[in-house]
């Protein structure tokens, strides 16, 4: 069923949308807008027809992408802009957009008036109020009711940025030329914003108005989510950021053309771009750091030329280089494993713990996967001879459902993994994805770490190794809860060179018959973490889908009693054993404290900002800059040493205690 929608998605969008190139570039016109949404809707799991409600959601998510900090606007330009918009899908299909720029002249007015508000204020009068104190957090505040709750909140919100730029040891005049530098590009940003840019923003503000995980994504952004499932890029090897009006390199990733050159270091600034031997360099200085990311990008063996500015003592020494792009490939966003040794009551024991951030799967034939890289890891974890695996999936938000399979099978014989349920209207008709390889590639004990932010395939392989009970899942209280399937359609089919529709396709229950969706993965030994707020969790964003459940599932194949892969079945006094020897730890945990103190003072001082407290933060900012450029020996030092890693060991430890044998897979 998913592959016929996606095939009348792809029908409908190819039918209507011809990719008009000016320039040799296809551009997102207003014509194209009623095609994609019904594209949107032909597939969406629960939502197949616009009417006023999906409307309404559509113009708030519109607000909230126009002034997401609700600095800019008032109550009363949003009731303006509600009218505006008040048949904005009809509009659409009649092929009118003008909406968009009427709205937009109404922002960019805005966003001047406070651009000449702040600058005002930071005159030669100005005095910094370090005793500021302001709820900035847009889920709580409201936009202001009038000039004068605007202005007040605007002098406290000026006050804040000038205090950011003061945390770094910047003096004040500094500091101020700064602010007023930064309101001058925001002008820039919303008045220089192209009409493809505009029709792109109401396309995903559509698709968000469907439920979270929909989204349209423009060309840049379907570049991006590509990159991030191939793990691989073509250009030079280095993280940008834009910071002032600058174009930043905050870091060289190891292996590309940047960092093999030696000529580049952290924190210099990209000035101009030029392409090949002879192309004319063009200054980026204020550009979109989008566009700058464009220009250096490029095919693997063509060159590109910088030129630099890079401080020197108290001066500054600019310079250009020449680099050929290359094929990057993104390592540390890859799995690994590292392994550790521990004493037991006088015995040796080793642990492998596989540092999993992402179901990454290339679909381009010969691509990486997740899947084949784990198999891997697991292999050479056999050859290790490791007493027992940690799969830390603490950070990973989700990605390929194909490999969240694959993996989940990796350690059990066949069985069903995870049931999907397309159209609400076509209940019952699921679809039932399965492991088919007999091959138990890891029959030891294991532990698998999760956190709120785990999500969706992450919590597809937690929920399938824990309704098996054939892991330990330990971890904050419960993972993030996202029980849905997205797919992605390029716009054209096959170029994508107008977008992607990314579209909620289905919902999906683990073997025990649960939907992961709002409920999440329930851990069997919770410890504290960082994440541990109320607003971590599916249930926390707009139009979240409703949870669901079906009938149990859970494949009598999968388990394996004796011979050649057989695992054994977590019994439910080991868990208890296991919580009760983990608890203990905790308590007399400092790391475990002060996670736990960082937590209550959350919940104490809400959303409140103190610029007494932004201005003692200049440690944590300089120790999160130099991490960025450590050695991988030295990030993966800093990673075992995590509080939540090493607990995680010491419950395997514990379970290796509990299973009572040591167990090395033999084949």
């Known amino acids: 069923m998913k592959a016929f929608l996606v095939l009348v998605a792809s029908f409908l969008v190819s039918q209507t949308v011809s990719a008009q190139l000016l320039g040799g570039q296809a551009v997102l016109e207003c014509k194209y807008l009623y095609t994609i949404e019904q594209a949107f809707l032909s597939q969406h799991v629960k939502i197949s027809g616009a009417d006023p409600a999906l409307q309404a959601r559509l113009v708030e998510q519109y607000v909230k992408r126009l002034d997401p900090t609700k600095v800019y606007l008032l109550q009363t330009d949003v009731d303006e802009i509600k009218k505006m918009m008040g048949d904005v899908l009809t509009q659409v299909k009649n092929k009118d957009c003008a909406v968009m720029n009427k709205v937009q002249a ?58 950011n730029y003061l945390a770094s040891d910047m003096k004040l005049e500094e500091a101020k030329t700064n602010v007023k530098k930064s309101w001058d590009r925001t002008i820039k940003r919303v008045t220089d914003m192209k009409n493809e840019d505009l029709l792109a923003g109401y396309l995903d503000s559509f698709a968000r108005a469907l439920d979270p995980h929909s989204s349209f994504m423009a060309r840049d952004n379907n570049e991006d989510f590509r990159i991030s499932m191939s793990l691989s890029l073509k250009g030079i090897g280095a993280t940008l950021s834009s910071q002032d009006g600058f174009t930043v390199i905050e870091a060289l990733v190891p292996g590309g053309p940047a960092a093999r050159s030696s000529l580049l270091e952290p924190q210099d600034k990209i000035i101009a771009v030029g392409q090949g031997e002879k192309g004319a360099m063009e200054n980026v200085i204020e550009m979109d750091l989008r566009d700058v990311v464009r220009k250096i990008r490029g095919e693997k ?24 792009r290359d094929q990057i490939k993104l390592e540390d966003e890859a799995a690994s494993i590292l392994y550790q040794d521990k004493d037991v009551n006088g015995v040796k024991k080793k642990i492998g713990v596989i540092n999993f951030p992402s179901f990454y799967s290339d679909g381009r034939r010969g691509g990486r996967s997740s899947a084949a890289d784990m198999k891997k890891l697991i292999a050479d974890a056999r050859t290790a001879k490791v007493d027992g695996l940690v799969l830390d999936l603490s950070t990973n938000g989700g ?37 088919s390889d007999p091959t138990v590639d890891w029959h030891g004990p294991l532990v698998v770490l999760t956190s709120r932010i785990s999500a969706s395939a992450s919590e597809i392989v937690a929920g399938t190794l824990k309704d098996y009970k054939r892991a330990v899942i330990v971890g904050s209280d419960h993972t993030f809860g996202k029980g849905t399937v997205q797919t992605v359609i390029d716009i054209p089919p096959q170029t994508g060179e107008l977008g ?17 969706q709002h409920r999440g993965v329930l851990a069997d030994v919770v410890i504290p973490s960082q994440y541990d707020s109320d607003e971590v969790g599916e249930k926390s964003l707009d139009y979240s889908l409703p949870p669901a459940a079906l009938p149990a599932f859970i494949s009598p194949d999968a388990y394996v009693k004796e011979g050649n892969g057989a695992w054994k079945i977590l019994q439910p006094d080991w868990m208890k054993k296991l919580q009760e ?6 308590e007399k945990s400092e790391d475990f404290k002060k996670v736990a103190d960082e937590l209550a003072k959350a919940k104490t001082t809400g959303k409140l900002i103190k610029l ?18 450590k050695s991988k020996s030295e990030k993966d030092a800093e990673y075992l040493k995590r509080a939540d890693i090493q607990e995680s060991v010491n419950v395997l430890l514990d379970l290796i205690q509990l299973e009572g044998s040591k167990t090395v897979a033999t084949k």
């Open 581 to 586: 020897q983990s608890k203990a730890r905790v």
């Open 612 to 629: 007494a407290d932004v201005m003692k933060d200049k440690d944590k900012k300089d120790k999160a800059k130099a991490a960025k450029n």
């Open 399 to 435: 990605g390929s459902l194909e490999d969240a399979v694959k993996i989940a099978g990796l350690f059990f014989a066949t069985g069903n993994v995870v049931k999907q349920a397309t159209r609400e209207d076509e209940k019952g008709d699921s679809t039932t994805l399965r492991d």
């Open 500 to 516: 992607a529709m990314k579209v909620t396709v289905g919902t999906f229950f683990i073997p025990g018959g649960n939907s992961t």
């Open 301 to 324: 063996g063509t060159k590109v030329r910088l030129a630099i500015l890079r401080k020197k003592g108290e001066g500054k020494k600019r310079f250009e280089i020449t680099l050929v």
């Open 106 to 163: 109404l922002l960019i007015t805005r966003v001047k008036e406070r651009a000449a508000f702040a600058k005002n204020m930071l005159g030669k009068t100005y005095k910094f109020d370090s005793k500021v104190e302001f709820v900035f957090d847009p889920e709580t505040k409201k936009f202001a009711q009038n000039q004068q709750e605007a202005d007040d909140f605007l002098a406290k919100y000026v006050h804040f940025q000038v205090s």
